[in-house]
T-cell receptor, first 115, second 112 residues
């Protein structure tokens, strides 16, 4: 395993629900990322955190709200989602941000289905 | 549009044969390239990387080739095995940026 865990692995929610995705990394990394992976599309970067500060919000709708309470944990709070938000949500971490050859390590993802 | 892409969305390979997966990129400022493998139900897993000052790098059963002249990257898998069946992504990183750009992926299926 990569040292990055995500829970839950699968989530089904209605459009009026509120849920949260959790990511935890056990690698001592300082940067964490949320990606959205939809079928037949490239990975879409959603949010980037470095040392618990948000570096980028990549034009993501406000119905997605990230939280990074410490460098080991990252959350993605979900509310009033749309069916087109159904996708695999991947968390990743890297030692530092913007460092050449700094590999990102991915978690297994949360498969989200919005009904 | 995408700065990184793969030539073919799918590739079917006979077990034991060599596989070649291709990737084209458009950002000439890209400094660093990575190949990831994503098996069903899992997140992307690092396979091999290469810096822009190199044109070839070898790992265990894998070789990455970089041709900066034509902005082309390839991953060669020797003696392809059933466990190599997965989606393969290339990703690039440009100096001065802090994020990777990913291609759409090539699905490799190994035939027994």
């Amino acid at each position: 395993e990569t040292g990055v865990t995500q829970t839950p692995r699968h989530l089904v929610m209605g459009m009026t629900n509120k849920k949260s995705l959790k990511c935890e990394q056990h690698l001592g990394h300082n940067a964490m990322y949320w990606y959205k992976q939809s079928a037949k599309k490239p990975l879409e970067l959603m949010f980037v955190y470095s040392l618990e500060e948000r570096v980028e919000n990549n034009s993501v709708p406000s119905r997605f709200s990230p939280e990074c309470p410490n460098s080991s944990h990252l959350f993605l709070h979900l509310h009033t989602l749309q069916p087109e938000d159904s996708a695999l949500y991947l968390c990743a971490s890297s030692q530092e941000l913007a460092h050449l050859t700094d590999t990102q390590y991915f978690g297994p993802g949360t498969r989200l289905t919005v009904l | 549009g995408e700065s990184v892409g793969l030539h073919l969305p799918t590739l079917s390979v006979q077990e034991g044969d060599n596989s070649i997966i291709n990737c084209a990129y458009s950002n000439s400022a890209s400094d660093y390239f990575i190949w990831y493998k994503q098996e069903s139900g899992k997140g992307p897993q690092f396979i091999i990387d290469i810096r822009s000052n190199m044109d070839k790098r070898q790992g265990q059963r894998v070789t990455v080739l970089l041709n900066k002249t034509v902005k082309h990257l390839s991953l060669q898998i020797a003696a392809t095995q059933p466990g190599d069946s997965a989606v393969y992504f290339c990703a690039e990183w440009a100096r001065g940026d802090y994020k990777l750009s990913f291609g759409a992926g090539t699905t490799v299926t190994v035939r027994a």
